[in-house]
Structure formats: structure tokens, C-alpha cells
């Protein structure tokens, strides 16, 4: 793990300042990659991004808080970004340094009048996980091994500054005004400020756990609310391996298959039956463990989107099979969504019918069969080689304005999320559409 931090920007100024100095960092390795360049040095345009990306994670992961957390969110999308900064910004995922021993007391004493040695029979000082929204150590009372979630210093504070902070240089570079994506900011700022509520958390984590106990191969942690305030969360400790440490113990077919199949069924159930979900899943948020042919331990239920009764009815019908026999129904659809609008000129409204058709098609084969092996590299590389299609087309690169409804973004997030958990799971899935084609990755 990374030295630990003795002290944390927090204040509007302290925050635009360490931003600024990165911006002035950046535009220096542009200098000199073309000074190279003009000398006839070699500097490839993968080197300016790699020491780019190292700059920009260096700052977000000394700022902490949302503007790291959206960090951690493009990692996830891997077309989103080149290679070299979505390396970079992975590690929020699982590290990034931690805060110091004196802010960790300092954290417990503002809450509850005493240091964390006093409040718990033995407390690790050091963080076990650092990451966007806080940091977590581990500690013990009464012979029980808890996982102690302790927030950043101003993490809450600061998140309309560090929106209003990133919003101007998004903006410009994306050729936008802020009325066009302000629904998209406010369902952002909505869904992080709920983050940093950890009292919120704690009771959406044991409403979920409650809510879901009959789902197979799933574990919860118990919460302490005693032990917890709204910035301080402790809950139980749970065995188990990050993705990457687990799948290098080489589990079996049979394991990946039920640890795919156990987090294909918590997402539906929750999505379908609950109308809301974990909407962070990115793997720094899951213990796994072949236990019983496969566990899942599910962590953090800070990010929960709630999703409207017609909004999924929309979403569902969006991925449906019938959708795609019916150019009417699909273009209805698009129009509900606000994705297509009245006053679309005709090519533009072929257009996006064009490009969703096939998105959709794509996107939604797992919700149109009856089986689906997400081991199956053809179908990631598809899924690949479409967001390089669309980020490459001439039209489309001219039509930058944002549109669909602001509830698709964290179920978007969801689902990419839990595409890529079971691609590296490299998981076969009975997804329980019992009428659909049972031939695997066809559409």
C-alpha cells in the first residue's frame, strides 16, 4: 500500500489549487513529448499517456472523494478511456493511499467522544483497503472480526465543488453547455452524496441482506449500529478473495460457473422484484470464495439506484426479443426514453434508430437466451469492437449531445459492471429465460 496521507485537501481552494497543479503537470509532458518529437527522440503518444494518467491519478487519489469515485467509474467502462489511464484509475477499485493514524483517530473522536482503542477491544491503525469514499481497518470486539469503514475528512462537502470544479473542462472538452447534461450531473451528485451517508448504508445493507437471504451462496455482513455513526460503519468482516487474488487460485469450471450464476441471480432479483440496486459493482466490492462450490460476500451498499416502475418497464422492454422484430415499437421506445425527439431532423433520427438497433441487439443478447457463457472472448470482443465502431463514426462523433433518461446511467453502470465481473469469471449462466434460444451467443 501507498505511504499513508497526513493531511487531505478539503476545502473549495485547497481542492481547485491541487487541480490546477495537475492541469500545469499535464500540459508540461505535452511540452515535452513534442520537444522529443522535434528532436527526433522517441516519445510515442502511449508514453504521453502513460505519464499523463500517472499525474492525473497521483491527484485524484490525493483528493479522494467524487472526484476519484468517477475515476473508479470510467475504469469500468474500457472503451471509455486509453489503456494507460484506465490502468491508472483501476487501482481506485482497490488502493489508493490511505490517510494517516492521527486522522483515523481524529475521524473516531469527532464521532464518539474517544479513539478507536477505546471504542474496540483492538484496532489496527493502519487501513487494510483504501479506496474513493474511505478507508477500512480491521478490528475486533468481543472475539468477533469487524471491517471498520472510516470516510475521508470532507468528502461530503466537497462534492458539488469537485463537480463544479471538473464541469467546465468536461464541457468545453465534449463541446457541451451545461443545460444538456445538467439531469445527467444531478443524478450523479445525488447518487454520491448518498455515499457518504454511511447511516443510510448501513440500513440499506441489512434491508438488502433480509431482502435477499433466500438467494443461494450469498453472504451479508451484520452491521453494528452502536459502532457506526454517519461518517464511521462497522460491520462484520468477511472471508474471502478479490476477483484477481481469487481467480489466481485457479478455481474449477463448476466454481466460476456458480459465483457467475449467483451474482446473475441477486442482480435480477433486485432489479425485477426489489425495483433498486447495487449499482458499484466493481470488484473491489465482492469476496469470493469456492466454500460450497462458490460464495459471493457482498460489500458496500452505499450506491443503491432505485428505479421507477416505468423506467424499468422501458429498460426491459429496450432488451426484449419482440423488441427487435418491430422497428415501430423499438422507435416508440427510443421516444419514451428521450433518446429520440420530435424535432429530429429524418437522417438523424435513421441514425440513432441504426446505431441502437444494433447496440441493443448486442448489448441485451444475455437477456434473450435461456443460456449464456460470458467465457466466450467472441462476445466481449464484439462488445469491444462496437464501442470502437461508435466512438469512430464520423456522424456520431458530431451528435455529442447527451440524451436518454437520467435513470440509465447507474443501471447502465450496473450492467457493464456485472458483464465484466462475469467475463473475468469467465462464468456459464442460466439467465432463466426458459423460451429463449438455448444455442449460447447468438442472437
Known sequence: MDEPQTSLPTTKVARAARFAKTGISVGANYVKHYAKRAVGAESTTEDLHAANAAELYGALSEMKGSVLKVAQMMAMEKNLLPTAYADQFAKAQYQTPPLSGPLVVK????AFGQSPFGLFDEFEPEARQAASI???HLARKNGVQLAVKVQYPGV???????INLVKPIALRVMGLNESQVRPYLEEVEARLLEETDYALELRRGQEMAASCAHIPHLQFPAYY?????????TM???????LKEFLATNPSQEVRDQLGQTLWDFYQFQLNTLHKVHADPHPGN????????G??????FGCVKEVPVDVLAMFTALLAPETFADEARLEALLVEATVLRPTDPAAMRALYLRTLRVSLELVGRPFR??????????YMQSLYALGDDLMADPELKKQREPRGSAHFIYLNRTYVGLFALLTELRARVKTGFADAPTKQNEG
Open 156 to 162: 461530503a462537502a466537497s462534492i458539488k465543488s469537485d
Open 107 to 110: 475521524a473516531f473522536r469527532d
Open 236 to 242: 462484520d468482516w468477511l472471508p474471502g478473495q478479490h
Open 286 to 293: 465482492f469476496l469470493l470464495r469456492a466454500d460450497g462450490g
Open 295 to 300: 460464495t459471493v460476500g457482498v460489500l458496500d
Open 369 to 378: 437466451q435461456a443460456n449464456f457463457d460470458f467465457g466466450d472472448p467472441a
Open 134 to 136: 474511505g478507508q477500512v
Open 225 to 233: 449500529p452502536a459502532l457506526s455513526s454517519a461518517r464511521i460503519l
